[in-house]
């Protein structure tokens, strides 16, 4: 007996007719709006999710903020480490504290801060962003009051101090206006 052969397949014009193919998507649930008002090209991109809202939309200038923090931090960690006493002198312009391990402790502290910023300038991270900017602000604002308070004890002015007060005050302002800008939820198109 010879085996039937099976009929020839036919070919289906189902997904050339363009209402067979909006039927299909329609089924499928893509091709039309989310609730967040995305449109979603195919099914993988729908349960993944679209990579676009993850992205930080930096604002202006924070890249180079965050760079100019980093080589500060460290340069001023690499000289209370290295040349304590003239540190001291150039912000009190008095005689030179009676012990340098207190300014090395805090170069050794500006350091681990500045291993913090120089990671923070190479993440897209928004949360890492964020803290580091926010750490930022904080150190600023500690060394703002700390400094305050050394003047107004000491009775003296010093032009150095009072720079690193001017200073501080407008690195504090641009490390919050960083961190509230990057917090943003952006705005739909």
Same mark, same amino acid.
């Given at each position: 007996?010879?085996?039937?052969?099976?009929?020839? /397949?036919?070919?289906?014009?189902?997904?050339?007719?363009?209402?067979?193919?909006?039927?299909?998507?329609?089924?499928?649930?893509?091709? %039309?709006? @989310? @609730?967040? %008002?995305?449109?979603?090209?195919?099914?993988?991109?729908?349960?993944?999710?679209?990579?676009?809202?993850?992205?930080?939309?930096?604002? +202006?200038?924070?890249?180079?903020?965050?760079?100019?923090?980093?080589?500060?931090? =460290?340069?001023?960690? &690499?000289?209370?480490?290295? $040349?304590?006493?003239?540190?001291? @002198?150039?912000? $009190?312009?008095?005689? #030179?504290?009676? #012990?340098?391990?207190? &300014?090395? *402790?805090?170069?050794?502290?500006?350091?681990? &801060?500045? *291993? &913090?910023?120089?990671?923070? +300038? !190479?993440?897209?991270?928004?949360?890492?962003?964020?803290? =580091?900017?926010?750490?930022?602000?904080?150190?600023?604002?500690?060394? $703002?009051?700390?400094?305050?308070?050394?003047?107004?004890?000491?009775?003296?002015?010093?032009?150095?101090?009072?720079?690193? +007060?001017?200073?501080?005050?407008? $690195?504090? /302002?641009?490390?919050? !206006? !960083? !961190?509230?800008?990057?917090?943003?939820?952006?705005?739909?198109?």
């Amino acid at each position: 007996m010879a085996a039937k052969q099976p009929p020839p /397949l036919m070919k289906k014009h189902s997904q050339t007719d363009l209402v067979s193919r909006l039927k299909t998507r329609k089924i499928l649930g893509v091709g %039309g709006e @989310d @609730d967040d %008002g995305e449109v979603h090209r195919s099914k993988i991109s729908q349960v993944l999710g679209n990579e676009i809202k993850f992205a930080v939309r930096e604002p +202006l200038g924070l890249r180079v903020w965050q760079l100019v923090s980093a080589v500060m931090f =460290s340069g001023v960690a &690499i000289m209370a480490l290295a $040349f304590p006493d003239q540190l001291f @002198d150039a912000i $009190f312009e008095e005689e #030179s504290a009676s #012990s340098k391990t207190p &300014i090395r *402790l805090y170069g050794g502290a500006l350091l681990s &801060i500045a *291993l &913090i910023m120089w990671n923070a +300038l !190479y993440t897209a991270e928004k949360a890492i962003i964020r803290w =580091s900017l926010l750490a930022e602000a904080c150190y600023f604002a500690v060394q $703002f009051l700390v400094t305050t308070v050394s003047l107004v004890e000491s009775s003296r002015i010093a032009t150095g101090a009072v720079l690193l +007060l001017v200073s501080r005050a407008l $690195f504090i /302002l641009i490390s919050i !206006y !960083y !961190y509230y800008q990057v917090g943003r939820r952006p705005k739909k198109v």
